[in-house]
């Protein structure tokens, strides 16, 4: 919960207290022993009442090295492909890219090889991304 906090990402305590229980996968820096990143997923119902992971990423600017980032979304990808066959389990994952630099051709390429599609676009223009997880 702090981490969100010390580094700005989240300004408000209760939010941060509430995403902590979304944490899907946490991203570790040894050598600090300190947490680097973390990607949460929130399980929601769509329009048809059938679920999928809103999926949000967060690194901490001094962890961000090339790769990272990757390797955080390959890894909740992975774990949630292992509960795809339980009942009520999302089908797929969700996410909206916040960060226009993250709508770059090599960053598009990049979500294609880890599955995601171009789904549209918020009210608020940001790119809006989701993956099958069968």
Known sequence: MTFWLQEGALANPDEAWRRSWEVACV?????SDSIAGACTVAIR???QGVSYGFVR?????ASRLAG???RLMEKTIE????LVRE??????LVATVENR???RRAVQ???TKLGFTQAGRTVDGELVIQRSLR
Do not use: Y
């Not at 990423?57 to 600017?61: E, K």
């Open 109 to 111: 390429k990049i979500l």
């Open 101 to 103: 630099k993250l709508e």
């Open 27 to 31: 991203l570790h820096n040894v050598e």
């Open 45 to 47: 119902l769509d329009d």
């Open 79 to 82: 774990g949630f492909k292992g």
């Open 68 to 70: 990272l980032n990757v």
């Open 87 to 92: 009942n009520g389990a999302p089908g797929h």
């Open 57 to 61: 990423m967060f690194i901490r600017p």
